[in-house]
């Protein structure tokens, strides 16, 4: 079996790399961090040019027509350079469009996420920081024409920049999705503390937010499965996000290694960092191997899909954190330094890990899969 990229694949992240390494330099990043917005306009215009805002959507909308193993890529590369774009709740919002939206919703919104004219997001957790679906508590009232929204969600990412979200809500025929506007009255943003300064993550609240019934999006009462297809996609992006923080670090480690001397040799000549590499390099490789096994099992509909998604996430989640944790261990003291770049990467890896559900969560729907 071939488990390589194809020469297409390696072409996508061959220039993935090129561009975020000339555009999103970590002197680029920090600087989008005092940004009110936290992300550079002229980037995402570059990111539509290249084909990434329409990677996995339908050609007919002005998409690629590729796969997740694709955006995995892409997001991987996204990850190694700790960039800051709304790029992935963007892409997963699309892709619920995509699967399940009517025509008339496709045909307004894919387009214009394609040429990077519109972003979005998923608010898919509510005040109870329970990721499950049953947990939701938004409601949504009957009106003459539609939909009111009544509730709060939390850390919803890049929602300050979202065009439109797509929220969760428990109407009286059961849970189903809305496509809510930005500028709909009675929605109201406010800054939830981050982790990561290269992330924004935005509480939501909405006071009789009303939507037409044609903002449903696929079938009312029946959002329970889209919601948890939605996390499971989400989580194997965000874990394709931290093998890339994680790959940086191991780079970083393994070349301070060989150049920083101690007792007159390199310190990457002592067992211990030596051996310290080798278990990141392992966990590193471990997380690839899980990251595109899930991405390749969603986009073929494997039988097992569902739990390869939560076994990467999970997986991932904590090999991540371990790596770019032991990276700042090899750095010694300079590792811990605010002007030194590790922080960034181990700050993602570790907001990441509660996104989309954290390894808990998983473990849970893993357990429950094979019971």
């Known amino acids: 079996m071939d488990f390589s990229f194809s020469s297409d694949q390696q072409l996508l992240r061959n220039a993935a790399r090129s561009f975020l390494d000339e555009h999103m330099t970590p002197a680029t990043a920090r600087t989008l961090w005092e940004d009110p917005r936290g992300e550079s306009e002229a980037i995402w215009k570059e990111m539509a040019q290249l084909g990434w805002l329409g990677l996995s959507l339908p050609e007919a909308h002005g998409g690629s027509g590729l796969g997740m193993v694709e955006t995995a890529i892409v997001l991987e590369e996204l990850g190694r350079t700790a960039c800051p774009a709304a790029y992935w709740p963007t892409m997963l919002a699309a892709t619920a469009i995509a699967e399940a939206?009517?025509?008339?919703?496709?045909?307004?919104?894919?387009?214009?996420?394609?040429?990077?004219?519109?972003?979005?997001?998923?608010?898919?957790?509510?005040?109870?920081?329970?990721?499950h679906p049953g947990a939701t508590a938004?409601?949504?009232?009957?009106?003459?024409?539609?939909?009111?929204?009544?509730?709060?969600?939390?850390?919803?990412?890049?929602?300050?920049?979202?065009?439109?979200?797509?929220?969760?809500?428990?109407?009286?025929?059961?849970?189903?999705?809305?496509?809510?506007?930005?500028?709909?009255?009675?929605?109201?943003?406010?800054?939830?503390?981050?982790?990561?300064?290269?992330?924004?993550?935005?509480?939501?609240?909405?006071?009789?937010?009303?939507?037409?019934?044609?903002?449903?999006?696929?079938?009312?009462?029946?959002?329970?499965?889209?919601?948890?297809?939605?996390?499971?996609?989400?989580?194997?992006?965000?874990?394709?996000?931290?093998?890339?923080?994680?790959?940086?670090?191991?780079?970083?480690?393994?070349?301070?290694?060989?150049?920083?001397?101690?007792?007159?040799?390199?310190?990457?000549?002592?067992?211990?960092?030596?051996?310290?590499?080798?278990?990141?390099?392992?966990?590193?490789?471990?997380?690839?191997?899980?990251?595109?096994?899930?991405?390749?099992?969603?986009?073929?509909?494997?039988?097992?899909?569902?739990?390869?998604?939560?076994?990467?996430?999970?997986y991932v989640g904590d090999a991540a954190r371990r790596v770019c944790g032991e990276a700042i261990q090899v750095h010694g003291g300079i590792g811990f330094t605010w002007e030194y770049d590790l922080h960034v990467y181990f700050k993602r890896a570790k907001a990441l890990e509660v996104m989309y559900g954290d390894g808990d969560f998983h473990r849970e729907l893993v357990l429950r899969a094979v019971s």
Not at 118 to 130: K, M, P, T, Y
Request: hydrophobic content about 50%.
């Open 101 to 131: 939206g009517s025509d008339a919703q496709r045909h307004r919104w894919l387009p214009a996420v394609a040429s990077g004219e519109v972003r979005a997001s998923v608010a898919l957790l509510d005040a109870e920081l329970d990721w």
């Open 138 to 314: 938004t409601r949504a009232e009957r009106t003459s024409d539609g939909y009111a929204l009544t509730g709060a969600k939390r850390y919803v990412p890049w929602a300050h920049v979202a065009n439109v979200l797509l929220v969760p809500a428990r109407a009286p025929e059961g849970l189903t999705m809305f496509l809510v506007e930005a500028a709909a009255p009675g929605l109201t943003l406010s800054s939830a503390p981050v982790m990561d300064p290269g992330m924004r993550w935005v509480d939501v609240t909405l006071d009789r937010v009303r939507v037409s019934a044609d903002a449903v999006v696929g079938r009312e009462g029946a959002a329970e499965a889209s919601m948890l297809a939605l996390i499971r996609r989400g989580a194997v992006g965000a874990a394709a996000e931290m093998l890339g923080a994680a790959r940086r670090c191991l780079d970083m480690a393994v070349a301070y290694a060989k150049v920083r001397e101690q007792f007159g040799q390199p310190i990457g000549s002592f067992q211990a960092i030596r051996h310290t590499c080798a278990d990141m390099y392992l966990d590193v490789e471990n997380s690839h191997s899980a990251v595109y096994y899930a991405a390749w099992a969603l986009d073929a509909r494997a039988d097992d899909h569902e739990v390869a998604a939560s076994v990467a996430k999970s």
